[in-house]
């Protein structure tokens, strides 16, 4: 089977930076997918990586070890609409099967 | 360009009722996949269709079926529903496969009384 585990929340202040990380066990692993979901809204694409590294997006970088099966995502510049909660998602198999995670709820405060 | 769309937006059923939920993908878009989400949790893989056909599923029970039309708009049916099939059930479509970037729609919130 597959697996993720992510911390359940996080707090930080606005202007600071934030580290979500995301550890995994899966066969068959193509990908980590990183997503955004605010309150009432849907999931939306944030960051992908297939290889080794860091992959930046703006305020938003994603970075992953395929040896370590480990992955984190990385918000810059906090702002309050960054509220939300953050979900890892790993791409295994044949098809476009995400796998979530349970999600991390990020808190920013004044 | 009209993003991946949901109906209807809520729905509340009685047990062992059931319900069809419907799915338009976003624009260019041919495969569909299926997902449920509980309050509090991840999105759990339901199923995916890909030209007309289910082409993968989850670890979800015969009552959970679904279907793909030729214009790759898709439905998601529920049989015999249960308190437990209360949920927040999202669509998201992709261009093709594998694609690690899937769009979702606002989903449909299904409470079961």
Redesign the interface.
């Known amino acids: 089977g597959q697996s993720l585990e992510q911390p359940s929340e996080v707090t930080a202040v606005e202007g600071a930076i934030v580290q979500i990380n995301c550890t995994y066990q899966t066969s068959g692993f193509?990908?980590l997918?990183w997503y955004q979901q605010h309150d009432g809204?849907?999931?939306?694409?944030l960051s992908?990586n297939?290889l080794d590294g860091l992959e930046e997006t703006g305020r938003f970088s994603s970075f992953l070890s395929r040896s370590d099966s480990y992955g984190y995502l990385l918000l810059q510049e906090l702002q309050m609409k960054d509220s939300a909660s953050y979900?890892c998602?790993v791409?295994a198999?044949?098809?476009?099967?995400?796998?979530?995670?349970?999600?991390t709820r990020l808190q920013v405060t004044l | 360009d009209a993003g991946?769309t949901q109906s209807p937006t809520h729905l509340i059923k009685t047990r062992g009722q059931q319900v069809t939920l419907r799915c338009s993908p976003k624009s260019g878009h041919d495969?569909v996949?299926w997902?449920q989400q509980a309050l509090?949790?991840?999105?759990?893989?339901i199923f995916?269709y890909?030209e007309e056909e289910e082409?993968?599923r989850?670890n979800f029970p015969d009552r959970f079926s679904g279907h793909q039309f030729p214009n790759y708009s898709s439905e998601l049916n529920v049989n015999a529903l249960l308190l437990g099939d209360s949920a927040l059930y999202?669509c998201?479509s992709?261009p093709g496969?594998?694609?690690?970037?899937?769009?979702?729609?606002?989903?449909t919130r299904l409470t079961v009384t």
Do not use: M, N, W
């Open positions: 193509y990908g997918s809204g849907a999931p939306t694409f992908y297939a979900f998602a791409i198999g044949t098809a476009s099967k995400l796998t979530f995670g349970t999600g | 991946v495969t996949s997902y509090g949790q991840g999105p759990q893989f995916q890909y082409r993968q989850g999202l998201a992709s496969t594998p694609s690690y970037e899937q769009y979702f729609g606002p989903g």
